[in-house]
Protein backbone atom coordinates (compact mmCIF):
# COMPACT_ATOMS: atom_id res chain seq x y z
CA UNK A 1 0.00 0.00 0.00
CA UNK A 2 1.03 3.31 -0.78
CA UNK A 3 0.16 6.31 1.41
CA UNK A 4 -0.73 9.32 0.01
CA UNK A 5 -2.19 12.06 2.01
CA UNK A 6 -3.59 12.77 4.95
CA UNK A 7 -7.61 12.79 5.51
CA UNK A 8 -9.71 13.70 8.20
CA UNK A 9 -11.79 10.91 9.72
CA UNK A 10 -15.13 12.86 8.66
CA UNK A 11 -14.01 13.45 5.51
CA UNK A 12 -13.97 10.05 4.89
CA UNK A 13 -17.43 8.89 6.39
CA UNK A 14 -18.43 12.22 4.02
CA UNK A 15 -17.29 11.22 1.03
CA UNK A 16 -18.46 7.39 1.85
CA UNK A 17 -21.96 8.63 2.25
CA UNK A 18 -22.18 11.02 -0.89
CA UNK A 19 -20.67 8.50 -3.19
CA UNK A 20 -23.68 6.00 -1.82
CA UNK A 21 -26.01 9.18 -1.38
CA UNK A 22 -25.51 9.49 -5.16
CA UNK A 23 -25.79 5.87 -6.73
CA UNK A 24 -27.89 4.11 -4.54
CA UNK A 25 -30.51 7.07 -3.58
CA UNK A 26 -30.50 9.10 -6.70
CA UNK A 27 -29.68 12.42 -4.71
CA UNK A 28 -26.97 15.25 -5.69
CA UNK A 29 -23.67 15.10 -4.33
CA UNK A 30 -24.30 18.09 -3.01
CA UNK A 31 -27.13 16.98 -0.53
CA UNK A 32 -24.81 14.92 1.51
CA UNK A 33 -21.58 17.30 1.37
CA UNK A 34 -19.63 17.92 4.69
CA UNK A 35 -21.67 17.20 7.60
CA UNK A 36 -24.83 15.96 6.10
CA UNK A 37 -22.68 13.63 4.43
CA UNK A 38 -21.53 12.59 7.85
CA UNK A 39 -25.32 12.61 9.45
CA UNK A 40 -26.40 9.88 6.78
CA UNK A 41 -23.19 7.89 7.21
CA UNK A 42 -24.03 8.12 10.83
CA UNK A 43 -27.62 6.84 10.06
CA UNK A 44 -27.25 4.61 7.37
CA UNK A 45 -23.91 3.00 8.26
CA UNK A 46 -24.40 2.79 12.17
CA UNK A 47 -24.06 -0.80 12.14
CA UNK A 48 -20.52 -1.15 10.40
CA UNK A 49 -19.39 2.77 12.00
CA UNK A 50 -19.97 0.91 15.39
CA UNK A 51 -16.86 -1.43 14.28
CA UNK A 52 -14.67 1.28 13.36
CA UNK A 53 -15.24 3.03 16.40
CA UNK A 54 -14.94 0.51 18.20
CA UNK A 55 -11.44 -0.03 17.31
CA UNK A 56 -11.00 3.77 18.04
CA UNK A 57 -10.44 5.58 14.97
CA UNK A 58 -7.17 7.87 15.02
CA UNK A 59 -6.55 9.60 11.76
CA UNK A 60 -7.28 9.13 8.26
CA UNK A 61 -5.12 8.60 5.19
CA UNK A 62 -5.72 8.76 1.43
CA UNK A 63 -3.82 5.51 -0.43
CA UNK A 64 -3.44 3.23 -3.10
CA UNK A 65 -3.51 -0.71 -3.46
CA UNK A 66 -2.07 -3.06 -5.57
CA UNK A 67 -1.99 -6.34 -6.05
CA UNK A 68 0.19 -7.45 -3.51
CA UNK A 69 -2.01 -5.90 -0.91
CA UNK A 70 -4.33 -8.26 -1.68
CA UNK A 71 -3.02 -11.30 1.00
CA UNK A 72 -3.53 -8.40 3.68
CA UNK A 73 -7.09 -6.96 2.49
CA UNK A 74 -10.24 -8.65 4.44
CA UNK A 75 -13.70 -7.75 4.61
CA UNK A 76 -15.27 -6.68 7.74
CA UNK A 77 -17.04 -10.38 7.80
CA UNK A 78 -13.92 -12.13 7.90
CA UNK A 79 -13.79 -13.09 3.80
CA UNK A 80 -10.69 -12.33 2.15
CA UNK A 81 -11.88 -9.74 -0.35
CA UNK A 82 -10.57 -12.36 -3.21
CA UNK A 83 -12.69 -14.91 -1.92
CA UNK A 84 -15.58 -12.81 -1.85
CA UNK A 85 -14.65 -12.22 -5.51
CA UNK A 86 -14.77 -15.29 -6.44
CA UNK A 87 -17.95 -15.94 -4.93
CA UNK A 88 -19.02 -13.01 -6.35
CA UNK A 89 -18.17 -13.45 -9.91
CA UNK A 90 -20.17 -16.88 -9.79
CA UNK A 91 -23.50 -14.80 -8.29
CA UNK A 92 -26.19 -14.98 -11.04
CA UNK A 93 -27.70 -12.30 -9.44
CA UNK A 94 -27.69 -8.07 -9.72
CA UNK A 95 -24.07 -8.40 -7.98
CA UNK A 96 -22.89 -10.67 -10.26
CA UNK A 97 -24.00 -9.18 -13.07
CA UNK A 98 -22.83 -5.71 -11.57
CA UNK A 99 -19.66 -7.20 -11.10
CA UNK A 100 -19.02 -8.50 -13.92
CA UNK A 101 -20.42 -5.46 -16.12
CA UNK A 102 -17.42 -3.27 -14.20
CA UNK A 103 -14.76 -6.09 -15.17
CA UNK A 104 -15.79 -6.19 -18.51
CA UNK A 105 -15.16 -1.87 -19.17
CA UNK A 106 -11.99 -0.84 -20.52
CA UNK A 107 -11.87 2.12 -18.51
CA UNK A 108 -10.20 1.34 -14.38
CA UNK A 109 -12.69 0.78 -11.51
CA UNK A 110 -12.98 4.14 -9.70
CA UNK A 111 -12.19 4.22 -5.52
CA UNK A 112 -11.90 5.14 -2.96
CA UNK A 113 -13.08 2.39 -1.18
CA UNK A 114 -13.22 2.89 2.35
CA UNK A 115 -11.14 0.62 4.84
CA UNK A 116 -9.46 0.16 8.27
CA UNK A 117 -5.66 0.02 9.37
CA UNK A 118 -4.82 -0.90 12.84
CA UNK A 119 -1.21 1.61 13.11
CA UNK A 120 1.08 0.75 15.91
CA UNK A 121 2.46 3.83 18.40
CA UNK A 122 4.99 4.74 16.18
CA UNK A 123 3.00 4.88 13.15
CA UNK A 124 3.21 1.87 11.53
CA UNK A 125 0.47 0.10 9.48
CA UNK A 126 -0.56 -3.39 11.27
CA UNK A 127 -2.54 -5.52 8.92
CA UNK A 128 -5.00 -6.48 7.65
CA UNK A 129 -6.51 -4.03 6.04
CA UNK A 130 -10.49 -3.99 6.84
CA UNK A 131 -12.43 -3.09 3.50
CA UNK A 132 -15.96 -1.36 4.59
CA UNK A 133 -17.03 -0.09 1.39
CA UNK A 134 -15.99 -0.95 -2.04
CA UNK A 135 -16.45 -4.95 -2.20
CA UNK A 136 -18.05 -5.15 -5.84
CA UNK A 137 -15.87 -2.74 -6.71
CA UNK A 138 -12.82 -4.40 -5.61
CA UNK A 139 -14.01 -7.40 -7.19
CA UNK A 140 -14.59 -5.94 -10.55
CA UNK A 141 -10.33 -4.58 -9.79
CA UNK A 142 -9.24 -8.26 -8.85
CA UNK A 143 -11.02 -9.66 -12.23
CA UNK A 144 -9.25 -6.97 -14.02
CA UNK A 145 -5.42 -7.81 -13.10
CA UNK A 146 -6.28 -11.36 -13.51
CA UNK A 147 -6.99 -10.26 -17.58
CA UNK A 148 -3.47 -8.23 -17.33
CA UNK A 149 -4.88 -5.00 -16.49
CA UNK A 150 -3.10 -4.33 -13.57
CA UNK A 151 -3.36 -0.67 -12.23
CA UNK A 152 -3.48 0.48 -8.20
CA UNK A 153 -6.70 1.61 -6.80
CA UNK A 154 -7.82 4.26 -4.72
CA UNK A 155 -8.50 3.78 -0.83
CA UNK A 156 -9.32 5.45 2.10
CA UNK A 157 -8.31 4.20 5.33
CA UNK A 158 -9.58 4.98 8.80
CA UNK A 159 -6.60 4.67 11.00
CA UNK A 160 -7.50 2.56 14.35
CA UNK A 161 -5.59 2.32 17.50
CA UNK A 162 -7.12 -1.31 17.70
CA UNK A 163 -8.20 -4.13 16.25
CA UNK A 164 -11.48 -3.35 14.45
CA UNK A 165 -13.88 -6.20 15.68
CA UNK A 166 -14.85 -8.26 12.83
CA UNK A 167 -18.08 -9.79 12.39
CA UNK A 168 -18.36 -13.81 12.35
CA UNK A 169 -20.23 -15.54 10.29
CA UNK A 170 -22.55 -16.37 13.58
CA UNK A 171 -22.60 -12.65 13.53
CA UNK A 172 -20.65 -12.38 16.19
CA UNK A 173 -17.21 -9.92 16.56
CA UNK A 174 -14.18 -11.13 16.92
CA UNK A 175 -11.15 -10.00 16.76
CA UNK A 176 -8.25 -10.22 14.44
CA UNK A 177 -5.28 -11.67 15.33
CA UNK A 178 -2.75 -13.74 13.62
CA UNK A 179 -3.99 -17.21 15.10
CA UNK A 180 -7.20 -16.26 13.19
CA UNK A 181 -5.56 -15.31 10.08
CA UNK A 182 -4.24 -18.40 9.70
CA UNK A 183 -7.06 -20.71 10.46
CA UNK A 184 -8.99 -18.94 7.91
CA UNK A 185 -6.31 -20.09 4.99
CA UNK A 186 -6.63 -23.81 6.65
Known amino acids: MRIGSRLRVVDILSAWAARDAQRKLG ?3 EIVDGLDGVEVALTRYNFLLSMIF ?7 VRASIS ?3 LPQFVRFDQRWVTEFAEQQQQNTGRPGMYIRALAAAP ?4 GPLVCTCMVDGVGRLRPPLVLFDGGHRVSAWILHGQ ?3 AY ?10 QPVPLLGKDHSFKAYSPARRKERRA
Open 67 to 69: AED
Open 107 to 110: EPVV
Open 147 to 149: AGK
Open 27 to 29: LGR
Open 54 to 60: AAAPVAG
Open 152 to 161: PLAVNVILTG
